[in-house]
């Protein structure tokens, strides 16, 4: 399997919302996620995509992101979002993707000194909604990773 293959794989198995709404995975490196959705199973009443569907799919890609980069460095933590906002600029109305470049190595190094001292790390890590080649939206969100003494 390739590496994008495994994360939908994960991503259909552990959070079934991300099966439900029809979620792929375009790109999983540690540089940088890609998923996409349809617009059929996020559908509003406007015909667009419901807002929560988009954000549900930016927050997946931030996450991705980071739970590729911690279990490629062996720091198993359960990871959660703490906190977000979340901007819409444009509707969209067809399918659409979410993208997460990785954390700079200054905030990603700083995250993981504190992981691996405390077994607690908090990260700020976004993404953006993209469609039709332009920026429609911006997720940016806090998540906190909880080292195997943590529950």
């Known amino acids: 399997m ?22 792929s995975v375009l790109e999983a490196s540690l540089e940088r996620v890609v998923l996409s959705a349809p617009l059929a199973p996020n559908i509003n009443h406007r015909e667009t995509v419901f807002g929560g569907s988009a954000s549900a799919v930016a927050i ?30 444009l509707p969209i109305d067809g399918t659409f993707t979410a993208v997460a470049e990785a954390p700079s190595e200054q905030a990603w190094r700083a995250f993981v000194r504190v992981f ?10 976004t993404s953006v909604l993209m469609y039709q080649g332009q920026a429609v939206g911006r997720l940016t969100g806090e998540f906190v990773a909880f080292g195997q003494g943590y529950r």
Do not use: C, F
């Open 60 to 89: 997946l890609a931030a996450w991705s992101m980071l739970h590729l980069r911690l279990s490629a460095h062996g720091l198993g933590s359960r990871l959660v979002i703490q906190r977000n906002t979340m901007e819409y600029g």
């Open 116 to 125: 691996e001292r405390k077994g607690l790390g908090r990260i700020e890590q």
């Open 2 to 23: 390739k590496p994008d293959d495994d994360l939908k794989a994960y991503l259909h198995q552990h959070i079934p919302l991300s099966g439900a709404m029809a979620v």
